[in-house]
């Protein structure tokens, strides 16, 4: 099965600098990957995604890269600002069309602190 | 918060027993599916639903069972033989399991003492 790894675990930015985090992935017939943002005690919610027929996403601060040869993805956060506090996860799936075998595999998540 | 609702929002259970976690959803979303988080260990699937009456184990069913009655509800029992219970339980529902977006619930806090 699919294994997303995400690093780093915790990170720490100063206000309006740039934030980036990393993940990687085993299955090459994953093409879709979701990056969810969990403030404290909310639900998780969907902030960007990437398709494999794309290298990279923008939406406003926030962008998502893709390298489908290394497996490889990362968020990008820039002018990051304290409501930018909270965990990522990112999370990869095959929506390939196999119907019952698809399912998001999540990464470990990444705590991120804005200090003001 | 409409849309997918969880309850209770924290569980309090004793060793041995049975509990279950309510989830529902009012957005006809065929796809349910149950995760367990816990700390710097991401979100885990335990079980989920791509349509009534059927539900397939994720990756730690184990201790978990399910049932799809009804669209709207993916009821999560945890039982005796989970090992280790506590933890933060979260629904979530898709359009499909094709579906892109997953929309989680609130969440339910369980421990068991």
């Known amino acids: 099965g699919e294994n997303v790894e995400q690093h780093p675990s915790t990170l720490s930015v100063q206000e309006g600098d740039s934030a980036v985090i990393k993940c990687t992935y085993s299955?090459?017939?994953?093409?879709?990957f979701p990056w969810y943002k969990q403030e404290l005690g909310k639900r998780p919610q969907l902030i960007i995604d990437?398709?494999?027929?794309?290298g990279e996403k923008k939406d406003q601060r926030i962008a998502v890269t893709l390298n489908k040869t290394a497996k490889h993805f990362s968020l990008h956060i820039t002018e990051t600002q304290p409501e930018d506090s909270a965990v990522y996860f990112c999370?990869?799936?095959?929506?390939?069309?196999?119907?019952?075998?698809?399912?998001?595999?999540f990464g470990t998540g990444t705590r991120l602190t804005i200090i003001p | 918060d409409g849309g997918i609702t969880q309850s209770p929002k924290y569980l309090f259970r004793k060793e041995g027993q049975n509990v279950t976690l309510s989830c529902e959803q009012n957005?006809?979303?065929?796809?349910m599916y149950w995760y367990r988080q816990d700390p710097g260990q991401g979100l885990r699937l335990i079980y989920y639903?791509?349509?009534?009456?059927?539900?397939q184990k994720g990756d730690i069913a184990e201790g978990y069972s399910v049932s799809r009655e009804k669209k709207e509800s993916f009821p999560l029992t945890v039982t005796s033989a989970q090992k280790n219970p506590t933890a933060f339980y979260l629904c979530?529902?898709?359009?499909?399991?094709?579906?892109?977006?997953?929309?989680f619930g609130p969440g339910t806090r369980l421990t068991v003492t």
């Open positions: 957005l006809n979303h065929d796809a």
């Open positions: 639903s791509q349509i009534v009456n059927d539900f």
């Open positions: 979530a529902s898709s359009m499909s399991v094709l579906s892109e977006e997953q929309y």
């Open positions: 299955d090459s017939a994953s093409n879709y």
């Open positions: 999370a990869a799936i095959p929506l390939a069309g196999n119907f019952g075998n698809e399912k998001l595999t």
């Open positions: 990437i398709r494999s027929n794309v």
